[in-house]
T-cell receptor, first 114, second 113 residues
Framework: DGGITQSPKYLFRKEGQNVTLSCEQN?????MYWYRQDPGQGLRLIYY???????QKGDIAEGYSVSREKKESFPLTVTSAQKNPTAFYLC?????????????FGDGTRLSIL | AQTVTQSQPEMSVQEAETVTLSCTYD???????LFWYKQPPSRQMILVIR??????QNATENRFSVNFQKAAKSFSLKISDSQLGDAAMYFC??????????FGKGTRLHILP
């Protein structure tokens, strides 16, 4: 079955450490997205990419970086510059040009500070 | 910029009763798309219902229906015959022309047995 795979499910970060969250999709979707979810805040967009080797900042990109070297992969790095990284991170994807089609989501990664 | 507002952080409803979740949005676009997503305790995001702004008819999916008032920029979700499995966080979402989705802050729905 097609879908989005996020790994790991749980991740712990030490002070000063960069960590990378994986997101892979086999849906042949053009666009991929990273969201951060905090209690009472809904989903906030970190970065998105609509084509390989191109990506745009979302509303809360500071302290994060991404790459899109392959259509199916969109890893998110949480850098040491992100001072409050504890949150639930969701990856999503969708086809471009089909606005009624919903985004598909992965199962998420919970990141905590050690 | 577009915004989505859900004014009810939490709601409760008796099992088998009907409940309505509110959502308002702000946009200058004339054509857009609206969604309701459900996030149960498993944290999975599940599409509940979608509405195209150019369609006047309100969308319906089984026990779920919307009341779409374009002039008022309102997009409420009605759940009929509430079931225990409906307990979840519900997010209203707006899809922009450049394929970004803007989410409201969510409404946590409790179902009382």
């Amino acid at each position: 079955d097609g879908g989005i795979t996020q790994s790991p499910k749980y991740l712990f970060r030490k002070e000063g450490q960069n960590v990378t969250l994986s997101c892979e999709q086999n849906l042949n979707h053009d666009a991929m997205y990273w969201y951060r979810q905090d209690p009472g805040q809904g989903l906030r967009l970190i970065y998105y990419s609509q084509i390989v080797n191109d990506f745009q900042k979302g509303d809360i990109a500071e302290g994060y970086s991404v790459s899109r070297e392959k259509k199916e992969s969109f890893p998110l790095t949480v850098t040491s510059a992100q001072k409050n990284p504890t949150a639930f991170y969701l990856c999503a994807s969708n086809i471009l040009g089909r606005p009624t089609w919903p985004q598909h989501f992965g199962d998420g990664t919970r990141l905590s500070i050690l | 910029a577009q915004t989505v507002t859900q004014s009810q952080p939490e709601m409760s409803v008796q099992e088998a009763e009907t409940v309505t979740l509110s959502c308002t949005y702000d946009t200058s676009e004339s054509d857009y798309y609206l969604f309701w997503y459900k996030q149960p305790p498993s944290r999975q995001m599940i599409l509940v219902i979608r509405q195209e702004a150019y369609k006047q008819q309100n969308a319906t999916e089984n026990r779920f229906s919307v009341n779409f008032q374009k002039a008022a920029k309102s997009f409420s979700l009605k759940i009929s015959d509430s079931q225990l499995g409906d307990a979840a966080m519900y997010f209203c979402a707006y899809r922009t022309r450049d394929d970004k989705i803007i989410f409201g802050k969510g409404t946590r729905l409790h179902i009382l047995p």
